[in-house]
């Protein structure tokens, strides 16, 4: 178990000996300094759980003028620290001073043993708790809902292929090592991560996906490790950074290709070391995280074009499994369609239709190039649009976009030119789709004949509901 570290900052050499020996005692682990300057300089390299300072140094000895400024210099540096002041001049003034200054308590000389012990607990387990709920609150707001109506904890795996690939994914479970999955867009690659996370010891901790092509180059350091109120001219606040969400979980980096050649250096100096700094910050904080990656993306062709790097490519890949399109899995597309209906159902409260014979065998005919997010967003729709009791065969419509990729583009373009009913949205959101299609769901490669950087393309791709 980790001990919990406390900074003593006191002149006075016998306080330090008396509380190192009391708090040793309690299983703490003690740092002491005697100058405010020393304080400071320390707190910029070293990670503590509370400061425990005296309210007057040598230079001035009765007013707590040093203490106070000690308390706010320590608030502005980080906000987290949880403070407890100590003075033997105590009076209510200088208390109130010290608790509007960020005191969290304050203890008056000679101290009641039971009594700091008691407030330090207090404190650093408060402390835990305000961490916690903020990195709850920043998951909330960052980390989007899953991209299929699914239960975690239910995958529809009836076909041979799927069979095999959970039970490998059911065996890593169990271990702590990378895992990277490949596959084509749309094949459940981030539910299978999350598959494997709660079946790992992790399980109790969060699971942080990312996106890492929307994550704008020059903000990738702040938003996978966070920054420190100041750090830049926007940083506002602090703000904790998916590493440090994921601690004692797993990390799940999606569209691993599409991180800037410049900043998988940084990703992998990480993992190699399992420590980074916060912006803004030159203290160290442990990586503990299980790290899941996916990609649509050749890898191999990335790295001889040098758009990837190989040495990150080998830490990433400690095992590597290939995620079965949805045309490859024909057992799994009846239950998987029966089961987005139900969902969809139950979400907007309509009676939801059969699948005839016909339809089935419809649905098990065509290629999904959009895989299961197709499947899905195509029972979602029939919901609405078809108003019969059992769904047929030519309900379905997919004899409209049973096209080859050169196919579906010329006809859209003639759609374009032609019809003056679009909306320039409307057009866009057709061109997003046709370039996708010909680039099959590549999204580096689509972005880069578009024009667009990744972020500008994920930013068009949320916009018209295609990510």
């Known amino acids: 178990m980790i001990k919990s570290k406390i900074l003593i900052a006191d002149d006075d050499l016998n306080i330090i000996a008396s509380l190192k020996y009391m708090l040793s005692e309690e299983n703490f682990d003690i740092l002491a300094m005697t100058t405010p300057q020393a304080v400071l300089e320390n707190l910029k390299v070293t990670t503590v759980d509370l400061v425990l300072l005296d309210m007057n140094f040598q230079q001035d000895t009765t007013s707590g003028a040093e203490g106070l400024q000690l308390v706010d210099a320590i608030k502005k540096f980080d906000d987290s620290i949880p403070i407890i002041v100590m003075t033997g001049w105590a009076t209510v003034d200088i208390a109130v001073e010290a608790m509007r200054?960020?005191?969290r308590d304050f203890i008056q000389k000679p101290w009641n043993n039971e009594r700091i012990i008691s407030a330090i607990k207090t404190q650093i387990k408060l402390a835990k708790t305000d961490?916690?709920?903020?990195?709850?609150?920043?998951?909330?707001?960052?980390?989007?809902?899953?991209?299929?109506?699914?239960?975690?904890?239910?995958?529809i795996a009836q076909s041979p292929a799927m069979k095999t690939l959970l039970s490998s994914l059911e065996e890593l479970a169990q271990s702590d090592m990378s895992i990277l999955l490949t596959g084509d867009n749309g094949t459940g690659k981030s539910m299978l991560a999350s598959y494997v996370h709660q079946r790992s010891s992790r399980a109790d901790s969060s699971f942080v996906p990312v996106n890492m092509g929307a994550i704008p180059e020059s903000l990738f350091e702040s938003e996978m490790f966070g920054h420190l109120k100041g750090a830049f001219t926007d940083a506002k606040e602090n703000r904790i950074g998916r590493f440090e969400m994921a601690e004692q979980g797993t990390l799940f980096l999606d569209e691993l290709a599409n991180i800037p050649i410049a900043q998988q250096a940084k990703l992998l100096r990480v993992l190699e070391e399992k420590r980074f700094e916060v912006v803004g910050s030159?203290?160290?904080?442990?990586?503990?995280?299980?790290?899941?990656s996916a990609t649509n993306c050749d890898l191999a062709k990335a790295i001889s074009e040098q758009r990837f790097r190989q040495d990150l490519f080998y830490r990433l890949n400690t095992i590597q499994l290939r995620v079965p399109s949805l045309h490859e899995r024909i057992d799994d597309i009846e239950p998987l369609a029966n089961h987005f209906l139900q969902t969809f159902s139950g979400k907007y409260n309509i009676v939801a239709p059969e699948l005839s014979l016909e339809a089935i065998e419809k649905l098990q005919q065509y290629s999904w190039p959009g895989n299961i997010r197709e499947l899905s967003?195509?029972?979602?729709?029939?919901?609405?649009?078809?108003?019969?009791?059992?769904?047929?065969?030519?309900?379905?419509?997919?004899?409209?976009?049973?096209?080859?990729?050169?196919?579906?583009e010329e006809i859209s373009g003639d759609i374009s030119a032609n019809n003056l009913s679009l909306s320039l949205d409307e057009i866009e959101k057709l061109s997003l789709i046709n370039r996708l299609k010909h680039h099959r769901g590549n999204a580096t490669e689509t972005a880069k004949s578009l024009g667009l950087s990744r972020s500008g393309f994920y930013r068009r791709m949320s916009k018209y509901g295609l990510d």
């Open 101 to 103: 200054a960020g005191a």
């Open 131 to 155: 961490r916690r709920v903020q990195r709850l609150s920043q998951e909330n707001k960052l980390l989007s809902a899953d991209k299929f109506p699914q239960s975690k904890n239910q995958i």
């Open 282 to 292: 030159s203290k160290s904080l442990i990586a503990d995280v299980r790290i899941i």
């Open 377 to 408: 967003h195509l029972m979602e729709k029939l919901l609405f649009t078809c108003k019969k009791s059992i769904i047929g065969a030519r309900d379905l419509l997919l004899e409209n976009i049973y096209q080859s990729a050169g196919e579906v």
